[in-house]
């Protein structure tokens, strides 16, 4: 697909999620200089979410689980608005934004809105508080929940200190790979920090643990449950109270520590901008993750959902949108041919069970072993490092 050339001078870059990190730092290499790049994102950081259970587990220091931005954006030459998207007028060529860091510099004052020629958006997902709150009434105010991912990061030493105070109840709502992994993690952090009495429950949402996985994965995660000695109740949760949770069947648990780890959402702020969604609200994108409806719109990652067939939304298919994206935001700028991008079928997936112990599998097949968590932690620090410029 060709475009024409258009006078493209404004690209801004919605979060910087797995892929625009990629895009920046191939900007760094070679930035058009009739382009203008600015970057809209809340951190001055990027938190790599793969590692996070690591952080939890004791393993990883949470710099390490970061990408700094501001070596990247200044390779790139970008700017940085410290900032949250809040809306899009995808007709008007417009993004809102509200302030999102603490500053009382008058020179970081936020605009209320920056224009674009092209628009690029890797926000991830979001857990949206006002449907949590219908459909589980008192977890958003009670409950740690893992989106955004550094406000549970920077939570997690109350946990810490909570269980140095008693024997903490900690109980996991949601079963799949961030719950699970959060889940061993957090297990693995309070045995070892001699808090022998906690207790540890999974509250799967009805089914198995791990449904997204194959048969064999399951059985090796009920494995790995019962090894760690947690209750795993098939059961779904319908609210949290002071220090209970409320179950589907009626039931009520006691619980200290409730980490919601459900699945994720479109940001509800895309609604009325103008671009086409699909049915769940995440942006509808084609082959060349660019909008289906404003050619000028591009998006990767969790936030989007391409229209010729989904994947799982995963950090790693985030992370191989990086490069089909960075060259189809150049080469659009350029009225070059987009280049169409092609998800594989199946990739390597690797669930952590605490620090030091991980199940590999891909496709069909499964394994699992102490070789397999340092496997994962060479792929995901080296992601990190590839990123992490040095600080001139
Ligand atoms: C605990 C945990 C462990 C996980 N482990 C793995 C794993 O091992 N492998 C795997 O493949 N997946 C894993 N995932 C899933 C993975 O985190 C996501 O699929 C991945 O983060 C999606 O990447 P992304 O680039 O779309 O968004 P993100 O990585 O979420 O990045 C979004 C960026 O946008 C910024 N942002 C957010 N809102 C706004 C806004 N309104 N305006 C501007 N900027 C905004 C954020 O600050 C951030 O910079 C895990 C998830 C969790 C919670």
Redesign the pocket.
């Known amino acids: 697909m060709l475009m024409q050339p258009t006078g493209i001078k404004k690209l801004l870059l ?6 625009h990190v990629h895009v920046l730092a191939r900007l760094a290499q070679n930035r058009p200089a009739d382009l203008d790049v600015t970057v ?4 001055p950081f ?1 938190t790599y ?2 590692m ?2 690591g952080f939890v587990a004791g393993r990883y220091s949470a710099a390490e689980c970061q990408i700094p931005l501001e070596p990247l954006l200044r390779a790139a030459g970008a700017k940085w608005v410290q900032a ?2 809040t809306g899009i007028d995808a007709a008007d060529q417009r993004v809102r934004l509200s302030p999102a860091g603490k500053s009382h510099n008058v020179n970081d004052i936020v605009p209320p809105d920056l224009r674009y020629d092209l628009l690029s958006i ?3 997902a979001v857990i949206d508080r006002e449907r949590l709150e219908a459909e589980m009434p008192g977890a958003a105010a009670r409950a740690l929940i ?1 989106r ?2 550094e406000a549970f990061a920077a939570l997690w030493p109350q946990v810490l200190a909570l269980a140095d105070e008693k024997p903490v109840s900690v109980v996991v709502v949601g079963a799949g ?2 719950g699970l ?2 889940l061993f993690a957090a297990e693995q952090c309070l045995r070892q920090a001699g808090h022998r009495a906690a207790r540890f429950t999974l509250i799967t949402g009805g089914g198995e643990a791990a449904t997204n996985y194959s048969d064999g994965v399951q059985r090796r995660v009920r494995r790995q449950l019962k090894r760690r000695q947690i209750t795993v109740l098939r059961e779904t949760c319908v609210g949290v109270e002071a220090h209970e949770v409320l179950l589907g069947s009626g039931a009520t648990l006691a619980c200290d520590v409730p980490i919601l ?1 459900i699945g994720t959402h479109a ?1 509800p702020w895309l609604q009325g901008t103008g671009l086409a969604l699909s049915e769940a609200g995440h942006v509808l994108v084609n082959a060349f993750q660019q909008s289906t409806s404003h050619a000028n719109v591009f998006a990767a ?3 989007a959902t391409r229209a010729d067939g989904t994947h799982p ?4 298919y ?1 992370v191989r949108a990086g490069p089909p994206l960075a060259h189809n935001l150049l080469a659009a700028h350029e009225g070059q041919a987009l280049k169409a991008h092609h998800p594989p079928q199946h990739t390597l997936n ?1 669930l952590s069970c605490g620090a030091g112990h991980a199940i590999a599998s891909y496709g069909p097949l499964h394994v699992e072993g102490a070789w397999a968590w340092r496997w994962k932690d060479r792929i995901d620090r080296a992601f990190v490092a590839k990123y992490s410029l040095p600080f001139a």
């Open positions: 919605l979060g910087a999620g797995h892929a809209v994102t809340p951190y990027q979410s793969g996070t259970p949250r998207c890797d926000t991830g893992v955004p991912i790979a961030a992994e959060l780890a940001p990652g969790d936030v939304k995963s950090g790693v985030a690797l």
